[in-house]
């Protein structure tokens, strides 16, 4: 067996984890604004 579905499922997590991170800035800033 090879790491590559863990690789993806990695990378996914990663880029829901930034776009999260995205989203709560663009909360905080509406939120100070």
């Known amino acids: 067996m090879s790491d590559k579905p863990y690789e993806e499922y990695n990378i996914l ?6 776009d999260a991170e995205e989203i709560e800035s663009h909360i905080l800033f509406a939120y100070i604004y």
């Open 13 to 18: 997590l990663r880029k829901r984890i930034n």
